[in-house]
T-cell receptor, first 117, second 111 residues
Framework: ETGVTQSPTHLIKTRGQQVTLRCSSQ?????VSWYQQALGQGPQFIFQ???????GRGNFPPRFSGLQFPNYSSELNVNALELDDSALYLC????????????????FGPGTRLLVL | SQQGEEDPQALSIQEGENATMNCSYK?????LQWYRQNSGRGLVHLIL?????REKHSGRLRVTLDTSKKSSSLLITASRAADTASYFC???????????FGTGTKLQVIP
């Protein structure tokens, strides 16, 4: 157990709807990263939040957006859902630093499986 | 940032045998991380090895790093059925703001 929790565990939506996924980071961690993992693929980086600010973004359209709260928990919002958004969504928390130096160990939650019909 | 390329893509061994997975990357790194993922679950961190380290052990896991060849290997000794999972490497360069994953090595350990 990493101490990172995600909700909900499973979700079914229809095309065009909007969805919000939630992640509680491990105690003491100030950075949350979100990943999308399609079946049979590796996790693809969506974006990262460090101290409530977006701190890097992958190749995902603007309909993927996020938030990080003062307690460092985070939300991933996806608007105008498409069939290809069906995937496992993973969040990972870590300890970030203003000094940079690259990312340290990521602690992953169990994921939210989203199915878009 | 860069992603590692794991090799082989799939590996099937008998319980008790050793399993070796390799990872290659392209540019200099700050550290390299290995993760395991059981089917449909979150990733679990296994080992982080820094660029100035050559070898690291954790239980039945042994990770080596050769920065001159830009490669790393993960050895699992005396494999068990519970080791069946996908294994990912993640090379991290200094200043990277994200950890990037490739497609992984799918390991099957047959009881």
């Amino acid at each position: 157990e990493t101490g990172v929790t995600q909700s909900p565990t499973h979700l079914i939506k229809t095309r065009g709807q909007q969805v919000t996924l939630r992640c509680s980071s491990q105690s003491g961690h100030n950075t949350v990263s979100w990943y999308q993992q399609a079946l049979g693929q590796g996790p693809q980086f969506i974006f990262q939040y460090y101290r409530e600010e977006e701190n890097g973004r992958g190749n995902f359209p603007p309909r993927f957006s996020g938030l990080q709260f003062p307690n460092y928990s985070s939300e991933l919002n996806v608007n105008a859902l498409e069939l290809d958004d069906s995937a496992l969504y993973l969040c990972a928390s870590s300890v970030g630093s203003d000094r940079g130096g690259g990312q340290e160990t990521q602690y992953f939650g169990p994921g939210t499986r989203l199915l878009v019909l | 940032s860069q992603q590692g390329e794991e090799d082989p893509q799939a590996l099937s061994i008998q319980e008790g045998e050793n399993a070796t997975m390799n990872c290659s990357y392209k540019t200099s790194i700050n550290n390299l991380q290995w993760y395991r993922q059981n089917s449909g679950r979150g990733l679990v961190h296994l080992i982080l090895i820094r660029s100035n380290e050559r070898e690291k052990h954790s239980g039945r896991l042994r990770v080596t790093l050769d920065t001159s060849k830009k490669s790393s290997s993960l050895l699992i000794t005396a494999s068990r059925a519970a080791d069946t999972a996908s294994y990912f490497c993640a090379p991290v360069s200094g200043g990277d703001q994200k950890v990037t994953f490739g497609t992984g090595t799918k390991l099957q350990v047959i009881p």
